[in-house]
């Protein structure tokens, strides 16, 4: 009994040795060689059987290591997949971000080309206007009648002279003649400034375009001593029509160093 008893120890102790990967063998061998004396074989059964529980207690407490470590492993593993599931909605922020940041960068370029768009034909109108105003003739100017005091009556209408030039910018005035000839088409601005200081005479004026008179302005030098008449007109001209003034027959005017009498024109814009 005690011998089939050590036997089925020996066949487990065998088996685990096995397990382990131990020289079976070899292990047949030492314990056939053992086992020839029966104490000895006993003692060494429960060497092997203190080694086993040993084992076992050792094993035991692996076990409850590795259990520990598994859970802790568990744990971090939880926490990982609480950071990981973090950066992946992080992530997706940014994607979002970009996305934006993306359809940002496509407007402003649209934006961007619309503005260049506007800038060149800007460029290009402004460049038209420069063109156009550097095409476009200057004409200005402002002349005095006479510094030698009074001219006239005569028996007929004259044109008059105006001599002193303060400005003629473009030469249209002719202080020979004392005609203006419009140099293009376009909307000119004339006045005049006419005085006289005889006493009972009559102080006339009449403005021309071409041959027609735009106004005729005159007064009778009565109590003052001296008389004034003015007027001022925005005309359509025509290139080459002619602007001039007349005085009345039998009227006078008078200029002097004072600059009385003058006439102004100038060019508002052509067309
Ligand atoms: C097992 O032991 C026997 C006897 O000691 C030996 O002849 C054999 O080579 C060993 N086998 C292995 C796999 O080590
Ligand atoms: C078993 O005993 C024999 C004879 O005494 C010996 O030659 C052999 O080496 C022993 N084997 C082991 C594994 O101790
Ligand atoms: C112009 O004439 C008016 C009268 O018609 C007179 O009162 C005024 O003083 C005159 N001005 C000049 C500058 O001669
Ligand atoms: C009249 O015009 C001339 C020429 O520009 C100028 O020298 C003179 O001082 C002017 N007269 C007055 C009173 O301003």
């Not at 970009?98 to 940002?104: A, F, K, M």
């Not at 005889?198 to 008389?227: A, E, I, P, Q, W």
Request: aromatic share 10%; charged share 25%; hydrophobic share 35%.
């Amino acid at each position: 009994m005690k011998t089939s008893v050590s036997f089925l120890v020996l066949l487990l102790f065998l088996d685990w040795k096995w397990a382990r990967g131990i020289n079976i063998t070899q292990m047949k061998e030492e314990c056939f060689n053992k086992s020839r004396s029966q104490t000895d074989f006993d003692s060494h059964v429960w060497t092997e059987l203190r080694e086993l529980r040993d084992m076992a207690i050792e094993q035991k407490v692996e076990l409850r290591n590795s259990n520990r470590r598994m859970e802790e492993l568990e744990q971090e593993n939880m926490v990982l997949r609480v950071q990981v599931s973090a950066s992946e909605n992080q992530l997706k922020e940014l994607k979002s971000e970009i996305t934006n940041l993306q359809d940002r960068v496509a407007t402003l370029e649209n934006q961007n080309s619309d503005i260049k768009t506007r800038v060149i034909s800007t460029e290009s109108a402004v460049e038209e206007l420069q063109r156009e105003n550097a095409g476009r003739p200057k004409v200005a100017f402002t002349v005095g009648l006479t510094d030698n005091g009074q001219i006239g009556p005569f028996n007929t209408e004259i044109t008059l002279k105006f001599g002193k030039v303060f400005t003629n910018i473009g030469d249209a005035y002719s202080p020979t003649t004392g005609i203006f000839t419009a140099p293009v088409k376009g909307a000119y601005y004339f006045r005049f400034n006419a005085w006289d200081a005889r006493l009972s005479n009559v102080l006339g004026v009449k403005l021309f375009h071409n041959t027609k008179t735009v106004t005729y302005c005159y007064d009778v030098n009565d109590n003052h001593g001296y008389v004034n008449v003015s007027n001022g007109f925005v005309l359509q001209l025509e290139k080459g029509d002619v602007i001039y003034l007349v005085l009345r027959s039998d009227s006078a005017i008078w200029d002097d160093v004072n600059n009385r009498t003058t006439f102004s024109g100038f060019l508002l814009f052509t067309g």
